[in-house]
């Protein structure tokens, strides 16, 4: 079956200006999660849902960054007002969420995010 | 809280040499451990895992083995090939726990042919 599916996979925008962002996760996966990794950095943990709730914001960087998800499938993560810092790669995962140590997440390609 | 601990790259080696890259954690219970791998441009895949201590997970070559005495969950391979140029994570996730992982910072591998 498809895996987990993310768009644009390159966003250029200025600063200052709003970016949505898309993950389409394996579907029957309940768990979602965001993360953000920066040149040469590891995974930054953002936010993760379970369904369409999100039980753990813990990791948005500031108020600018929020996310959703509709149906328990689709998710956009929003950033306002970009600013140049937010330039990374952002990825998104899934996994099927059963409560066991070990599930697997399966990740997207990512997205670039260049703000200018 | 939990961390996973990775030797900080970038490892360069020639093909057919012998890798390690060695991951420590820290972390309460029983852990699964895990190693993920990059490719450039892609997102990370699951290399292979371990569920409890002694497993030894395996894939592509690759093996690493749970030590809970030691707390590691070093990645070897007996011989590498240029394709294997990635970046490589290690990471723990503990039931009970929140749903979210815990990852190393990555560690790249740079194979020479």
């Known amino acids: 079956g498809a895996g987990v599916s993310q768009s644009p996979s390159n966003k250029v925008t200025e600063k200052g200006k709003d970016v949505e962002l898309r993950c389409d996760p394996i579907s029957g996966h309940t768990a979602l999660y965001w993360y953000r990794q920066s040149l040469g950095q590891g995974l930054e943990f953002l936010i993760y849902f379970q369904g369409n709730s999100a039980p753990d914001k813990s990791g948005l960087p500031s108020d600018r960054f929020s996310a959703e998800r509709t149906g328990g499938s689709v998710s956009t993560l929003t950033i306002q007002r970009t600013q140049q810092e937010d330039s990374a790669v952002y990825l998104c995962a899934s996994s099927s969420a059963l409560g066991l140590a070990s599930d697997t997440q399966y990740f997207g390609p990512g997205t670039r995010l260049t703000v200018l | 809280g939990d961390s996973v601990t990775q030797m900080e790259g970038p490892v360069t080696l020639s093909e057919e040499a012998f890798l390690t890259i060695n991951c420590t954690y820290t972390a309460t219970g029983y852990p699964s451990l895990f190693w993920y791998v990059q490719y450039p441009g892609e997102g990370l895949q699951l290399l292979l895992k371990?569920?409890?201590?002694?497993d030894k997970g395996s894939n592509k070559g690759f093996e690493a083995t749970y030590r809970k005495e030691t707390t590691s969950f070093h990645l070897e391979k007996g011989s590498v090939q240029v394709s294997d140029s990635a970046v490589y994570f290690c990471?723990?996730?503990?039931?009970?726990?929140?749903?979210?992982?815990?990852f190393g910072r990555g560690t790249s591998l740079i194979v020479h042919p």
């Open positions: 371990a569920t409890k201590a002694d």
């Open positions: 990471a723990l996730s503990r039931s009970g726990g929140s749903y979210i992982p815990t």
